[in-house]
């Protein structure tokens, strides 16, 4: 059973652009949110995270937006540039876990 | 962030053989954690451990088994390999400090294909 969604497995965007790449999740006791970003042949890299308790972070060109209402949260990135392609996996944590639970990622294409 | 290594990187071998793949972080992390991931899917964690001597299951099963001897090493062993376990075996590392918000860093993994 699939507790994190990504339900767009790829996204094109012109560099300069806004990406805005979404997350849904079923778990109610996800507590802690994090997008990590991937190219191919190598590991995950940690991006951004959120927890609970806010609604929105910032890191520069990265912010995540979290609606836990909707248990729904986004990554936007402004300006895209065509480094951003990538795939890049929405993931959650519940307060009394360990594991990280990975939606299926986004492919992330930046064109010039 | 984290130096963590994984080794091989790529693995073809044939069914039967006995396989360990290697995993070290630099960072002198407690927390490490072994991830198998298909193409196209999600991130399934099979191993952790939280410290020498501490190895436990995840959430996925595993015909896998894991050894915690060393801070800094985390090997993940198959005795007898078969083309099932053909996947991506991600390893990762984070620190104690936080509990479940610690930031994992994740090595670049082991492609492993059983043929």
């Known amino acids: 059973d699939q507790q994190v969604k990504q339900n767009s497995p790829s996204l094109s965007v012109q560099e300069g652009r806004i990406s805005i790449l979404n997350c849904d999740y079923t778990?109610?006791?996800?507590?802690?949110f994090l997008w990590y970003k991937k190219y191919p042949a190598e590991g995950p890299t940690f991006l951004i995270s959120i927890s609970s308790i806010k609604d929105k972070n910032e890191d520069g060109r990265f912010t995540v937006f979290l609606n836990k209402s909707a248990k729904h949260l986004s990554l936007h990135i402004v300006p895209s540039q065509p480094g951003d392609s990538a795939v890049y996996f929405c993931a959650a944590v519940a307060l009394s876990g360990y594991a990280l639970n990975f939606g299926k990622g986004t492919s992330l294409l930046v064109t010039p | 962030e984290a130096d963590i290594y994984q080794t091989p990187r790529y693995l073809v071998i044939g069914t039967g053989k006995k396989i360990t793949l290697e995993c070290s972080q630099t960072m002198g992390h407690d927390k490490m954690y072994w991830y198998q991931q298909d193409p196209g899917m999600e991130l399934h964690l099979i191993h952790y451990s939280y410290g020498v001597n501490s190895t436990e299951k995840g959430d996925l099963s595993s015909e896998s088994t894991v050894s915690r001897i060393r801070t800094e090493h985390f090997p993940l062993t198959l005795e007898s390999a078969r083309p099932s376990h053909t996947s991506q075996y991600l390893c990762a590392s984070s620190e104690s400090t936080g509990g479940y918000t610690d930031t994992q860093y994740f090595g670049p993994g082991t492609r492993l294909t059983v043929l």
């Open positions: 778990n109610s006791m996800f507590d802690y």
